[in-house]
């Protein structure tokens, strides 16, 4: 358990709807990372929360979007779903403070869109 | 823009057999270096990492990078692979002041025993 949680582990939904995935950080990080990974594009960054606050963004869709609550967990939020958005989607977070430390990934959510 | 090349896409070795997997990245300013491995099902691990002071880093599992700021290069080697080392190997790069990792696409390792 590397402390980072993602729920759920897989979901199957169809073309055209819309999916929200969670993640909650290592105790104590207030950074939390979104990426998207996909046999053909490899690892991508989507975007960055600090402390409730958009950091920074990637390559992410406008169909998507993200939020971080008070509580520091994350959900990224994925609309008009293509088939094309089927991939593991993995969190981490990091802490400012050790920011230079690494970053801690939870266990992916496995999103397939039939 | 920053970026990260893994020059191979899949490696195939003998246990025993000594191991260098290569990764250079582009950008001009002081940057941190990651190597992450991510067993078949599972999530990424960081095996190690770069900040600065000696370049040579010595990681989990017997691995180790050098970082050649010259050549812009940051290889993982492993004197002896083991069964237990297939896995796929991430190379990552944050550099300035983005938070975010920008990883390389991946080197598949797979060893027989």
Redesign the interface.
Same mark, same amino acid.
């Given at each position: 358990d590397?402390g980072v949680t993602q729920t759920p582990k897989h979901l199957i939904t169809a073309t055209g709807q819309r999916v929200t995935l969670r993640c909650s950080p290592r105790s104590g990080d207030l950074?939390v990372?979104w +990426?998207q990974q996909s046999l053909d594009q490899?690892?991508q960054?989507l975007i960055?929360y600090?402390n409730g606050e958009e950091?920074?963004k990637?390559n992410i869709l406008e169909r998507f979007s993200a939020q971080q609550f008070p509580d520091l967990h994350s959900e990224l939020n994925l609309s008009s779903l293509e088939l094309g958005d089927s991939a593991l989607y993995?969190c981490?977070s990091?802490g400012l403070d050790r920011?230079? +430390?690494? +970053?801690?990934?939870?266990?992916?959510t496995r999103l397939t869109v039939v | 823009a920053q970026s990260v090349s893994q020059h191979n896409h899949h490696v195939i070795l003998s246990e025993a057999a000594s191991l260098e997997l290569g990764c250079n990245y582009s950008y001009g300013g002081t940057v941190n270096l990651f190597w992450y491995v991510q067993y078949p099902g599972q999530h990424l691990q960081l095996l190690l990492k770069y900040f600065s002071g000696d370049p040579l880093v010595k990681g989990i599992k017997g691995f180790e990078a050098e970082f050649i700021k010259s050549k812009f290069s940051f290889n993982l080697r492993k004197p002896s692979v083991q069964w237990s080392d297939t896995a796929e190997y991430f190379c990552a790069v944050k550099g300035g002041s983005q938070g975010n990792l920008i990883f390389g696409k991946g080197t598949k390792l797979s060893v027989k025993p």
């Open positions: 590397s950074s990372y +990426y490899g690892l960054f960055q600090y950091r920074a990637g993995f981490a990091s920011e230079g +430390y690494g +970053y801690t990934f939870g266990s992916g | -």
